[in-house]
């Protein structure tokens, strides 16, 4: 059963299940909490690791546009990338719903989690740009963007107990440089669902899960941190330096 409007308060460790406290004074305990809150994770804040969220010293604005307003940018499924002085384009297509993720990364040390931000503030960060993107950027709904400020977590050294195990960004939150954050939390439910099975015990379960997942994701958040300078860009497009498109799988 799916229960909605609970919030988490805390959880406790008891060895062989766990308690739950929500804000409406409920109680649960269970024999296994997947802890799958997020970045800003309470289950891991009390159980795994007291620091939070690392300010990565970019914003990160995104709306989805209708594909007819993408000037032409957009002809096929290929995700198309603009990079210049810190600041990264993107444009995703969306091709099923008809429309494009258009994406604007910036640096920015306003480290406020959702930011106000002006068209004006916008065109600023993409001055110089190939025309088309600015264009679009000068057409946005500002209604209709997202801004947020850019964090991850430091890899995290143990992701579970007996009986509570985190997934998804509640275990690495990743920067989004490669494209990746989502992916591994789906992939996290299908290994810790494998891992219930295969494991001789329902203990067992939780350490094969974080075994099979954990190189993966410490690799992920690592070279996520990377980001795309153009020195990076120059060395797989040369004599693109300004403006590379890139097709992503
Ligand atoms: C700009 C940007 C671009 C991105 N691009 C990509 C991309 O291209 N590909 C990709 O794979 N990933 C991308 N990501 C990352 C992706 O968005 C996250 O990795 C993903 O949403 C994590 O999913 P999650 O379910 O682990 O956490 P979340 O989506 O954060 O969900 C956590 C849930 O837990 C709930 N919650 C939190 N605290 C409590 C509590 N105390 N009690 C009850 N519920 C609680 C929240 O309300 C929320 O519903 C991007 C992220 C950003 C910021």
Redesign the pocket.
């Known amino acids: 059963m799916v229960h909605l409007g609970?919030?988490?308060?805390t959880v406790q460790d008891e060895g062989d299940h766990s308690l739950l406290t929500?804000?409406d004074g409920k109680t649960v305990e269970a024999d296994l909490v997947v802890g799958?809150?997020?970045?800003?994770?309470?289950v891991r804040h009390q159980l795994f690791s007291e620091k939070g969220p690392v300010f990565s010293g970019e914003h990160?604005y995104?709306a989805v546009i209708p594909m007819d307003r993408v000037r032409g940018l957009i002809t096929d499924d290929d995700f198309r990338m603009y990079i210049g002085r810190g600041t990264k384009v993107y444009l995703?297509p969306l091709r099923y719903r008809g429309q494009v993720s258009f994406?604007i990364?910036a640096l920015c040390p306003d480290s406020t989690w959702a930011p106000q931000v002006t068209k004006d503030d916008l065109l600023a960060t993409v001055e110089g740009f190939d025309e088309r993107p600015v264009s679009i950027t000068r057409d946005l709904d500002m209604d209709t963007v997202?801004a947020?400020a850019?964090?991850d977590i430091d890899p995290v050294g143990t992701w579970h107990s007996d009986s509570v195990v985190l997934?998804?960004?509640?275990?690495h939150?990743?920067?989004?440089h490669q494209?990746?954050?989502?992916?591994?939390?789906i992939e996290?439910a299908g290994a810790l669902a494998d891992a219930l099975r295969q494991a001789d015990s329902p203990k067992a379960a939780p350490a094969l899960y974080q075994a099979t997942r954990k190189p993966v994701t410490d690799e992920l958040q690592r070279i996520s941190r990377q980001g795309w300078t153009e020195k990076e860009i120059d060395d797989i497009f040369p004599g693109q330096k300004s403006a590379a498109a890139a097709g992503q799988e």
């Open positions: 609970h919030k988490l308060e929500f804000a799958a809150d997020g970045i800003k994770s309470v990160a995104r995703m994406d990364t997202n947020r850019v964090y997934v998804g960004d509640a275990a939150s990743m920067l989004h494209g990746q954050g989502a992916n591994p939390a996290d």
